[in-house]
């Protein structure tokens, strides 16, 4: 797969590296996102400001 | 005796060359950054360091083709020792954001999570500038690999965050590029007020724009600051490690902040060596804006893009509030959207601004920095992602 990539047209490589990127980016934050309403979950446990 | 006279002069006879006529050129470029910093105060802690540096690497050279400041490959001049020290290395960006680190409150962001998805929007700017680099390049004769490399550079621009544009474009061994790369990247961010209201005003409309948001003032839990730096550095490591250097120095100056017992670490971080390093940083890259790898079609094209990266930016914020809009009852204000970008915490102001002139009584602002921080981690992703990606298809060079 990666062989392939490697050997497609740049544009083609260029779309890869945009839509993968983009949606890595979204799903990452989607992870942080749950992250911190996980954290928010010890709030009871922890000294409020 | 005629010999020792000219080279005497040889500083003055320089300028009737082509290569003189260029560093005249370069000295007005150098004069209009240092006026932007002065007259307009935009950005002026690094817009006015990358001025002088511009002037000094432009001076007549002592060493075959180079100033006094870059000296030779034996001599290094100071400009090029603290280039190899703290660019090279990828050491200043990552200094910098420790510094940054600790300059960030995430509390409007624990307070209201779902705006980390505006920092994620609002990234979009970076892929879609890359690609229309990598349509554009091969127009100016880049093509291949290095097309690959320097439109990932152009693109994470719009990242809107000088360190990490730096960071991504040492990653590709660009120097040659890191002059228009960094100057597009801090005058932009600088410029933000100016780039940002006509896209938001032309995407959106003013009943859009007078949408009011409920914000809570809730206190946020002490563990929640101190675990949130640790968990994303650990999370972020496993999902793109390349981004480690710039999440994990982000984080680490977050712990400092919110940890409680390191005040002074924490103030040292958000000014000593912020201010430190911000003087180090600008010079160096003041001194990578030699004439003749600055003067040439590549730096307008790069500027160019630059500029559309922002502006795609702030339209996929826009659109994507926009969409999101259409399945919510309570609607968000799309502005919010604009400040995803990492421009902090300029963006948020900007859109604060144009809330309240549309309705007098309208505060969003801290909904706005919600999505500001989010840009933070946003772009940071997206630096990792690109890196990631471009390495694995055509390497670092």
């Given at each position: 797969?990666?062989?392939?990539?490697?050997?497609?047209?740049?544009?083609?490589?260029?779309?890869?590296?945009?839509?993968?990127?983009?949606?890595?980016?979204?799903?990452?934050?989607?992870?942080?996102?749950?992250?911190?309403?996980?954290?928010?979950?010890?709030?009871?446990?922890?000294?409020?400001? | 005796?005629?010999?020792?006279?000219?080279?005497?002069?040889?500083?003055?006879?320089?300028?009737?060359?082509?290569?003189?006529?260029?560093?005249?050129?370069?000295?007005?470029i150098?004069?209009?950054?240092?006026?932007?910093?002065?007259?307009?105060?935009?950005?002026?802690?690094?817009?006015?360091?990358?001025?002088?540096?511009?002037?000094?690497?432009?001076?007549?050279?002592?060493?075959?083709?180079?100033?006094a400041?870059?000296?030779?490959?034996?001599?290094?001049?100071?400009?090029?020792?603290?280039?190899?020290?703290?660019?090279?290395?990828?050491?200043?960006?990552?200094?910098?954001?420790?510094?940054?680190?600790?300059?960030?409150?995430?509390?409007?962001l624990?307070?209201?999570p779902?705006?980390?998805?505006?920092?994620?929007?609002?990234?979009?700017?970076?892929?879609?500038?890359?690609?229309?680099?990598l349509?554009?390049?091969?127009?100016?004769g880049?093509?291949?690999?290095?097309?690959?490399?320097?439109?990932?550079?152009?693109?994470?621009?719009?990242?809107?965050?000088?360190?990490?544009?730096?960071y991504?474009?040492?990653?590709?061994?660009?120097k040659?590029?890191m002059?228009p790369?960094?100057v597009?990247?801090?005058?932009?961010?600088?410029?933000?007020?100016?780039?940002?209201?006509?896209?938001?005003?032309?995407?959106?409309?003013?009943?859009?724009?007078?949408i009011?948001?409920?914000?809570?003032?809730?206190?946020?839990?002490?563990i929640?600051?101190?675990?949130?730096?640790?968990?994303i550095?650990?999370?972020?490591?496993?999902?793109?490690?390349?981004?480690?250097?710039?999440?994990?120095?982000?984080?680490?100056?977050?712990?400092?902040?919110?940890?409680?017992?390191?005040?002074?670490?924490?103030?040292?971080?958000?000014?000593?060596?912020?201010?430190?390093?911000?003087?180090l940083?600008?010079?160096?890259?003041?001194s990578?804006?030699?004439?003749?790898?600055?003067?040439?079609?590549?730096t307008?094209?790069i500027?160019?893009?630059?500029?559309?990266a922002?502006?795609?930016?702030?339209?996929?914020?826009?659109?994507?509030?926009?969409?999101?809009?259409?399945?919510?009852?309570?609607?968000?204000?799309?502005?919010?959207?604009?400040?995803?970008?990492?421009?902090?915490?300029?963006?948020?102001?900007?859109?604060?601004k144009?809330?309240?002139?549309d309705?007098?009584?309208?505060?969003?602002?801290?909904?706005?920095i919600s999505?500001?921080?989010?840009?933070?981690?946003?772009?940071?992703?997206?630096?990792?992602?690109?890196?990631?990606l471009?390495?694995?298809?055509?390497?670092?060079?």
């Amino acid at each position: 797969m990666l062989e392939t990539l490697q050997q497609a047209p740049l544009l083609t490589q260029g779309l890869f590296v945009a839509g993968v990127g983009l949606v890595g980016v979204f799903l990452s934050l989607v992870l942080f996102f749950f992250t911190i309403k996980l954290l928010q979950a010890f709030k009871g446990r922890g000294s409020a400001e | 005796m005629s010999e020792i006279f000219n080279e005497l002069l040889s500083g003055v006879t320089y300028f009737g060359s082509m290569d003189g006529l260029r560093a005249l050129v370069m000295f007005i470029i150098a004069g209009v950054l240092i006026y932007l910093a002065i007259a307009k105060d935009y950005e002026p802690a690094l817009l006015l360091p990358i001025g002088f540096g511009a002037i000094l690497v432009n001076l007549p050279p002592v060493f075959a083709g180079a100033s006094a400041v870059l000296g030779s490959a034996e001599e290094p001049g100071f400009l090029q020792i603290l280039y190899n020290a703290g660019i090279a290395t990828e050491l200043f960006p990552i200094l910098i954001f420790i510094a940054v680190g600790a300059m960030i409150d995430f509390s409007p962001l624990f307070r209201q999570p779902v705006m980390i998805f505006f920092g994620a929007a609002a990234q979009f700017g970076i892929f879609a500038t890359f690609l229309l680099t990598l349509i554009i390049l091969p127009l100016i004769g880049i093509e291949g690999a290095n097309a690959m490399r320097l439109a990932a550079a152009v693109g994470i621009i719009g990242a809107a965050d000088g360190p990490t544009t730096i960071y991504v474009a040492n990653h590709f061994n660009l120097k040659e590029y890191m002059g228009p790369i960094s100057v597009a990247a801090y005058s932009y961010m600088s410029l933000v007020p100016i780039i940002q209201p006509p896209v938001i005003r032309a995407l959106t409309s003013k009943k859009e724009r007078q949408i009011r948001m409920d914000y809570s003032d809730k206190p946020v839990s002490r563990i929640v600051r101190l675990l949130f730096p640790v968990t994303i550095t650990i999370i972020a490591g496993i999902l793109v490690p390349m981004s480690v250097p710039l999440v994990g120095s982000l984080m680490f100056g977050n712990l400092i902040r919110e940890c409680g017992v390191l005040e002074r670490l924490s103030k040292s971080a958000q000014n000593e060596l912020a201010n430190l390093v911000t003087i180090l940083l600008g010079l160096t890259i003041g001194s990578t804006m030699v004439a003749d790898k600055f003067i040439r079609l590549e730096t307008a094209a790069i500027m160019l893009l630059g500029l559309l990266a922002f502006v795609f930016d702030t339209a996929g914020g826009v659109l994507f509030a926009k969409l999101i809009n259409v399945f919510l009852k309570k609607k968000i204000n799309p502005m919010i959207g604009a400040a995803g970008i990492s421009a902090f915490p300029m963006s948020a102001r900007v859109i604060q601004k144009m809330a309240k002139k549309d309705d007098p009584e309208n505060f969003i602002l801290m909904q706005a920095i919600s999505a500001n921080v989010s840009g933070q981690l946003g772009s940071i992703i997206a630096g990792g992602f690109i890196i990631t990606l471009v390495t694995w298809l055509v390497g670092r060079a």
